[in-house]
């Protein structure tokens, strides 16, 4: 069975520093993995996927994922938050034609 | 165009009304698919449409009645709802059902059952 895990509910940042919200996972073949960002009211946007090639995924905004396959992670990292980061961040995953499994999310805060 | 609209945007109703949730999508995207969302929590699979057809039916109440008319749209029938049901109900399309493709969300029905 597929599963993801985000294991902060919440991950505070100081504006200007670099930030990571992590995600682990665990499938039975190949994983694709996925990043979505939410804001209050709003539907999930996509950020990023991991499929094949290279580890180092770029999508929207700055941010980048970095897939792990010895540590099965696949954490988001921005090198500089901004406070219009702070948001609710999910995490996702499958490993066939199958339904997608998300993770429980993440919020992310950015102090000024 | 990454555009999934989804209308209403709010919803009020009794317990007794039978209202509609509509969503389109002009991406060309041959699977959409319907999501329930609690304040706080992921996204629920409800209903998976894959070129018209049903395809994944998540064991979700016959008060729920998912319709597709055509490839753009995608419609959700409501009645008899219970307040439990209150919650952001979410469209996404995707290109295919193939695990590689990216599921596109629509911005939601926030629902309110009286």
């Known amino acids: 069975a597929q599963s993801v895990a985000q294991p902060e509910d919440q991950v505070n940042v100081a504006e200007g520093n670099p930030l990571t919200v992590k995600c682990t996972y665990s499938?039975?073949?190949?994983?694709?993995l996925f990043w979505y960002v939410q804001y209050p009211n709003r539907g999930l946007q996509f950020l990023l996927k991991?499929?094949?090639?290279?580890?180092l995924v770029k999508g929207s905004y700055g941010f980048e994922a970095e897939f792990n396959k010895s540590q099965t992670s696949f954490h988001l990292k921005k090198p500089t938050a901004l406070v219009s980061d702070s948001a609710l961040y999910f995490c996702?995953?499958?490993?066939?034609?199958?339904?997608?499994?998300f993770g429980k999310g993440t919020r992310l805060h950015i102090l000024p | 165009d990454t555009e999934v609209t989804q209308t209403p945007k709010h919803l009020v109703m009794g317990m007794t009304n039978k209202k509609s949730l509509k969503c389109e999508q002009h991406m060309g995207h041959r699977a959409m698919y319907w999501y329930k969302q609690k304040a706080k929590k992921p996204p629920e699979l409800m209903f998976v449409y894959s070129y018209e057809k049903l395809s994944i039916n998540e064991s979700v109440p016959s008060r729920f009645s998912p319709e597709c008319p055509n490839s753009s749209l995608l419609n959700l029938h409501l009645h008899a709802l219970q307040p439990e049901d209150s919650a952001l109900y979410l469209c996404?399309?995707?290109?295919?059902?193939?695990?590689?493709?990216?599921?596109?969300f629509g911005p939601g029905t926030r629902l309110t059952v009286l």
């Open positions: 499938v039975s073949g190949n994983p694709y």
């Open positions: 996404a399309s995707s290109q295919d059902t193939l695990a590689a493709d990216t599921q596109y």
């Open positions: 991991y499929i094949t090639g290279d580890n």
């Open positions: 996702a995953v499958r490993d066939r034609d199958d339904k997608i499994i």
